[in-house]
């Protein structure tokens, strides 16, 4: 199985909060990244949080870390039909040289 | 403007024939990537370069190859012997300091004709 686990698909109103979620298994995680892909795109960083961290705000974004439960969640205020895309969470682990992504989350934004 | 480029957009492959795609960048980065995405699936890392010259294989490198000559550059080659080729791949690269940020390339398509 995977050992970074994301739900496949989140819908949301335009206008309100959404929120998506990411489990990891290993605790030698040491950075944690959000990264957002539009249709036929790279990926584009949107944030990361260093494994002290309980929470990073950046804009819309809030980024929460539960260390002991290894739970990674993306918060974007006010959601916009401009962020309809799939969301992957990355773990970078202490002493690895690559990053393990997520399956993703597909972002469904609807009026 | 720094970034990373990749050509072509679209590439079609026909049985037997090996391909390459190209990978540059302009950030000055020491580590670049290669990455295959499949549809409802994550990234799955192909190979990948801390330095000129040097490279080591990710966790599915059977059929491809790549190359390191210059900093800028690493080109990725789907070999015959890939027989499932048809997917999206993407370069990235990162400055490959313990901060491991990844910056993605545009992403090229493979198609079998």
């Known amino acids: 199985g995977e050992d970074v686990e994301q739900s496949l698909f989140l819908s949301v109103r335009e206008g309100d909060s959404s929120v998506i979620n990411c489990t990891y298994t290993?605790?030698?995680?040491?950075?944690l990244y959000w990264y957002k892909q539009e249709p036929g795109a790279g990926l584009q960083l949107l944030t990361y949080?260093?494994?002290?961290?309980d929470m990073k705000q950046d804009q819309r974004l809030t980024v929460l870390l539960n260390k002991k439960d290894k739970h990674l969640s993306l918060r974007i205020a006010d959601t916009q039909t401009g962020d309809s895309a799939i969301y992957f969470c990355?773990?970078?682990?202490?002493?690895?040289?690559?990053?393990?992504f997520g399956a993703g989350t597909r972002l469904a934004v609807h009026p | 403007d720094g970034g990373i480029t990749q050509s072509p957009k679209y590439l079609f492959r026909k049985e037997g024939q090996n391909v390459t795609l190209s990978c540059e960048q302009n950030?000055?980065?020491?580590?670049m990537y290669w990455y295959r995405q499949d549809p409802g699936q994550g990234l799955r890392l192909i190979y990948y370069?801390?330095?000129?010259?040097?490279?080591q294989k990710g966790d599915i490198a059977e059929g491809y190859s790549v190359s390191r000559e210059k900093k800028e550059s690493f080109p990725l080659t789907v070999t015959s012997a890939q027989k499932n080729p048809t997917a999206f791949y993407l370069c990235?690269?990162?400055?490959?300091?313990?901060?491991?940020?990844?910056?993605f390339g545009p992403g090229t398509r493979l198609l079998v004709l």
């Open positions: 990235a690269s990162s400055t490959g300091t313990a901060q491991e940020t990844q910056y």
């Open positions: 290993d605790s030698s995680s040491t950075y």
């Open positions: 949080i260093f494994s002290n961290m």
């Open positions: 990355a773990e970078k682990r202490r002493g690895y040289n690559k990053l393990i």
């Open positions: 950030l000055n980065h020491d580590a």
């Open positions: 370069s801390q330095i000129v010259n040097d490279f």
